[in-house]
T-cell receptor, first 111, second 116 residues
């Protein structure tokens, strides 16, 4: 099975930086995804890591350490529109490209 | 491209009633998935399919059935709805691992189901 742990909620100020941590335990590992989900909407893909290290995509970066079962999502230069839930989802090695989602971290950006 | 679409968007059922949720994708994806999302519980996989004519159980399959008669469609059925099935249901699709790239899952807009 898989256990995923991420904080429930974080608050930050517009223009600041926020780091969302995710720890996971998996029986097999084949990459880790981060999704963004605005209230009442569908999750949308943000980033993917399969090797250790940092992946940068504009204001968003994601880091992975496979040996520690740890990832983080870094949101820089926060904007009001970044207020959303952020879902950590490791992928297992079993057939089906299946993801297991954490409960999500709700980020509230204040002016 | 419409991506992943779901019908209906909202539905209210009485206990014991049945219904079918329809998911359609126009991206020629091999894999399709049904999730439910409840407050504080994240997305949980109900059933999934790795190709036309095949289905498999996910984490929480009880009380649901699925069918994938056509590659582009994935149906989720509730034979006898219960209040515990009140949830938001999301469909998703992706390429197979063999297709390379990230193979991220693309999600539909969701169906909000209330069972009274």
């Amino acid at each position: 099975g898989q256990n995923i742990d991420q904080p429930t909620e974080m608050t930050a100020t517009e223009g600041a930086i926020v780091q969302i941590n995710c720890t996971y335990q998996t029986s097999g590992f084949n990459g880790l995804f981060w999704y963004q989900q605005h209230a009442g909407e569908a999750p949308t893909f943000l980033s993917y890591n399969v090797l250790d290290g940092l992946e940068e995509k504009g204001r968003f970066s994601s880091f992975l350490s496979r040996s520690k079962g740890y990832s983080y999502l870094l949101l820089k230069e926060l904007q009001m529109k970044d207020s959303a839930s952020y879902l950590c989802a490791p992928r297992g090695k079993a057939a089906g490209n299946k993801l297991t989602f954490g409960g999500g971290t709700r980020v509230l950006v204040k002016p | 491209n419409a991506g992943v679409t779901q019908t209906p968007k909202f539905r209210v059922l009485k206990t014991g009633q049945s219904m079918t949720l329809l998911c359609a994708q126009d991206m020629n994806h091999e894999y399709m998935y049904w999730y439910r999302q409840d407050p504080g519980m994240g997305l949980r996989l109900i059933h999934y399919s790795v190709g036309e004519g095949t289905t498999a159980k996910g984490e929480v399959p009880d009380g649901y059935n699925v069918s994938r008669l056509k590659k582009q469609n994935f149906l989720l059925g509730l034979e006898s709805a219960a209040p515990s099935q009140t949830s938001v249901y999301f469909c998703a699709s992706s390429y197979s691992i063999a297709s390379g790239s990230y193979n991220e899952q693309f999600f539909g807009p969701g169906t909000r189901l209330t069972v009274l």
